[in-house]
């Protein structure tokens, strides 16, 4: 074959694995930018500086203190009512609405695993703001055990992946634990509602009780906190000390937060 008839053969073939693979999986970013994978306002939302996000989830509220007329505490006037302090602090990096909603869709049911990896490292300061307070040398993310029916669904363990690409990328160790399956009678009462009940395997909470250090809880989106409640009993029976969660996105965030900070 000439030199030029193999060149103009290798563009061809190039062009024709180019279009094959646009056609396969074309380069669109999940908020519908063609082109890229992931566009600037995509990267930006996930470069956005984590925020505290307990106190909208109304699963997470302790009540801590009930006062039947107004007290006055120094210079400060505590009015009658119930105090509500939350049971750990959660970081989000934002609300889950609009191009960040679409982004986690796309990463959990639209197929494009490759998104753990952009998603990793954009929890590593959400991570640090809950350990560096404490000085722990290390720290075990602990990822919420997905639901067997969703696992089979997706065929694949989001949160766990997740987790696994945050230990590549220094963040701390993973730590997979598994939940027994728990029956649709769990969680009817309203006071059981705020926790979705879960029972971690014997294999796992022997697991747990090696762990030497803290631990933070990794999922990817909060609504009520149930979910958040119910792993933090789980892992603080397991006698876990846990530091915090850290999610993706919120399903309320704090007021101020949308883009005023
Ligand atoms: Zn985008």
Redesign the pocket.
């Known amino acids: 074959m000439h030199p030029e008839d193999s060149a103009s053969w290798w563009g061809h073939l190039r062009e024709i694995a180019a279009q094959t693979c646009s056609l396969v999986a074309p380069r669109q970013?999940?908020?519908g930018?063609e082109g890229t994978l992931?566009?600037a306002?995509?990267i930006a939302l996930l470069e956005a500086e984590p925020q505290r996000v307990e106190q909208c989830c109304d699963a997470l509220q302790e009540l801590s203190a009930a006062r039947v007329r107004d007290v006055r505490v120094g210079a400060q006037l505590l009015p009658a009512g119930v105090d509500h302090t939350p049971l750990l602090p959660v970081l989000a990096l934002g609300e889950y609405e609009g191009?960040l909603q679409r982004l986690i869709l796309a990463w959990k049911n639209g197929g494009m695993l490759h998104l753990a990896a952009r998603l990793a490292p954009a929890l590593l300061p959400a991570v640090h703001r809950l350990t560096a307070p404490t000085g722990a040398a290390t720290v075990h993310l602990v990822p919420v055990p997905s639901q067997r029916s969703a696992r089979l669904r997706r065929g694949e363990d989001h949160t766990a992946e997740l987790v696994r690409a945050m230990q590549r990328c220094g963040a701390g160790h993973a730590l997979t634990l598994e939940a027994r399956p728990t029956t649709a009678q769990d969680g009817q009462g309203a006071r059981q509602r705020r926790t979705r009940r879960i029972v971690l395997s014997p294999r796992s909470i022997r697991r747990a009780q090696r762990v030497p250090g803290p631990v933070v809880i990794i999922d990817d989106v909060v609504t009520t906190g149930s979910t958040l409640r119910g792993m933090h009993r789980a892992l603080t029976d397991a006698g876990m000390d846990v530091l915090g969660a850290v999610v993706i996105a919120s399903a309320r965030m704090p007021p101020g937060s949308d883009g005023t900070r």
Request: charged letters at 35%; one cysteine or more.
């Open positions: 970013c999940p908020c930018e992931l566009c306002r995509c191009d």
